[in-house]
């Protein structure tokens, strides 16, 4: 009878241990998955981020030297890219202040002045509104910002890279 019961004891341990080690295995899946996910939205929020100060200082740079002429090229494409995965993940806030910063990249007559006359449009149909310019540049720091600060979503800071501790 002494073996019976050692038999009953293994066969209890064994399921226990199965079902333990199948729910270890699992956690660990799941926490694997968390940290890939949140690896890839503090990537992509990062290219958003040097995607909107790239903007920025491309339209600050024309601002400045008073190129008003010409077609402003503006980049979004981090944006797109990213637009189904920050729907998911941002507050509300966050995302308003984002649409609002790359909505006038998607219907570009918006930064060019519209009280030029038809003449003038033939030798230069872009010329930039210097007030819309300025607008623009302030959706860019505000989408930014908000970005950096949203509640749901903290940028980790990571230290550089080649710095050493002593």
């Known amino acids: 009878m002494d073996g019976f019961w050692q038999t009953i004891l293994g066969a209890v341990s064994a399921i226990f241990g199965g079902f333990g080690g199948a729910w270890f295995i699992r956690w660990r899946d799941t926490e694997r998955a968390k940290r890939e996910h949140d690896a890839l939205m503090t990537g992509r929020i990062r290219v958003v981020l040097s995607e ?3 903007n920025n200082v491309n339209l600050t740079l024309r601002v400045e030297a008073q190129q008003w002429l010409g077609r402003f090229e503006a980049f979004d494409r981090a944006f797109r890219d990213a637009e189904p995965l920050f729907g998911r993940e941002l ?3 966050a995302l308003q ?8 990249l998607r219907s570009p007559s918006w930064l060019y002045r519209q009280d ?3 003449a003038d449009r033939v030798v230069q ?3 930039i509104d210097p007030q819309r310019a300025e607008d623009l540049r302030a959706r860019f720091a ?3 910002e908000m970005l950096r600060q949203d509640r749901r979503f903290r940028v980790p800071q990571r230290p550089v890279e080649n710095e050493r501790k002593p």
């Open 52 to 54: 909107l100060a790239e």
């Open 91 to 93: 507050s509300m806030e």
């Open 97 to 104: 202040e984002l649409f609002q910063a790359y909505a006038p």
């Open 116 to 118: 030029i006359t038809d």
């Open 125 to 127: 149909p872009y010329v």
């Open 142 to 144: 505000a989408a930014g």
